[in-house]
């Protein structure tokens, strides 16, 4: 929130006087150089039919998405010298062992250098002996029963694979049972529900599509793809197109394992939710809740929090990023929503203002890394998340799994060991959306 009004001229002339300090956030947008991807597709077993209709599909997307797209089956392209020529590597459907060991070395090296990867179907069916790859990839195949429809459930919808797929996706494809669970490991984008067709192993949790942080570098695996159909799909297509842009690092995501949340606000129900003051959100069909009016408080009324970690997803939609919200912690229950400013502390997410009251700040208490918080921001129009960690008197932010923000509270009268949450709505021209609330509650610090 801002404590006065937009004054918007006054706070654009303020903060070109004060220089690069209080520059606002500037959200990423591609721009040249365009980023080059690599598409591999050796095979040294199984060779699906549908390769070709994936290089032209991956290739069109580079025209669409701006980037650039080099083809090959030659695995002598794996040297240290010319992988760097690349931010991410696709493996399409490979399978066996495709490269030898100097060419493996350069890959891994590759990867350990902020290198990307992206695994498309067969790339789990690939290089079995090589515990590097493995790990990369998230998980092994296993086996497969016949290519039928099957209920995807989507279980991330900020991150750019999965942000633009309804909660659950009707598809058919040729559903790969994996030699392990990479849920501990990765973040589980996307997974099966195994009620919905015949033949899954996994006992009822059994991922399809995953992002992780892996030694360095980014991986996404989605297990679609075997189909020449699959690459038609304009669904699927952006599925894959979304996978390779966090891959090559245009887009930011949260890959960090997820387990142990509930959810508080799931897209369907605001049970327990009360709106305190004016203005209020819509709940949209696609389960998003975003403001309008102001300036008001939708809270979370049925309990209160002590040890915690809150995630939520929000998106801005004005272009300029000056989109005034926030996410409220640690306050008492009111009717009155500035019980939440007085008594709490507020998250902001308005992009444009000074640094100690911009995106990640603890609003007008502590400024966000700046550095690290405009290299993790995604651009309005995309969806951001937060982990909010609160432990004793101790409040830590998280964007995009990137940490940009570390207080600690020192005033009783706003202690966090006990409080509410809260998503704002500010004014009539700020549209600020919100969905996926979840929380995993911590054990509780001694006092």
């Not at 890959?107 to 990307?116: A, K, L, S, T, V």
Request: hydrophobic share 35%.
């Amino acid at each position: 929130m801002r404590s006065t009004g937009r004054l918007a001229t006054a706070v654009a002339g303020a903060a070109l006087l004060l220089g690069s300090l209080c520059q606002p956030a500037v959200p990423h947008s591609p721009s040249p150089p365009r980023e080059r991807v690599l598409v591999f597709s050796k095979t040294a077993g199984f060779r699906h039919d549908s390769i070709p209709d994936g290089v032209a599909a991956l290739r069109q997307l580079g025209r669409t998405d701006g980037f650039t797209v080099d083809a090959t089956e030659d695995a002598r392209a794996f040297t240290p010298s010319n992988l760097r020529r690349y931010d991410a590597v696709v493996f399409l459907s490979t399978t066996g062992d495709v490269l030898d060991a100097p060419q493996q070395r350069a890959f891994e090296e590759y990867i350990r250098h902020g290198g990307g990867y992206v695994g498309v179907h067969a790339a789990a069916d690939t290089e079995y002996d090589w515990e590097f790859y493995g790990g990369l990839a998230g998980a092994y195949f296993h086996s497969h029963p016949a290519i039928q429809p099957a209920t995807v459930v989507v279980e991330d919808r900020a991150h750019p694979a999965t942000s633009a797929l309804a909660r659950t996706w009707p598809r058919t494809d040729e559903w790969y049972n994996y030699r392990s669970n990479p849920r501990e490991r990765a973040h589980v984008l996307a997974s099966l529900d195994e009620s919905s067709y015949t033949g899954g192993t996994m006992d009822g949790d059994h991922p399809i599509a995953w992002c992780q942080n892996y030694r360095g570098g980014r991986a996404f695996y989605t297990g679609g793809g075997h189909t020449k159909e699959s690459f038609a799909d304009p669904a699927f297509r952006r599925h894959l197109a979304g996978g390779i842009l966090y891959a090559v690092g245009r887009i930011h995501a949260d890959c960090r394992p997820e387990t142990g949340y509930r959810p508080l606000f799931d897209g369907t129900s605001l049970d327990g939710w009360r709106q305190a003051g004016p203005g209020s959100f819509t709940l949209d069909d696609d389960g998003t809740l975003t403001s309008s009016g102001g300036m008001g408080l939708l809270w979370y009324a049925a309990s209160g929090f002590s040890s915690y970690s809150l995630k939520l997803d929000w998106r801005m939609s004005s272009a300029s990023g000056d989109d005034n919200s926030g996410v409220f912690v640690g306050f008492p229950p009111s009717e009155d929503p500035w019980s939440a400013v007085h008594n709490g502390y507020e998250i902001q997410i308005d992009a444009t203002d000074v640094p100690e009251k911009t995106t990640g700040s603890v609003y007008g208490f502590r400024s966000a890394d700046l550095a690290k918080r405009d290299r993790a921001l995604n651009p309005p129009g995309e969806w951001n998340t937060y982990e909010i960690r609160v432990e004793g008197e101790r409040l830590r932010v998280w964007l995009n799994g990137v940490k940009i923000n570390d207080f600690t509270n020192t005033d009783p009268a706003r202690s966090l060991r006990d409080g509410h949450l809260g998503l704002q709505n500010h004014g009539a021209d700020d549209r600020v959306s919100f969905r996926d609330v979840r929380i995993k509650e911590l054990p509780v610090q001694g006092h």
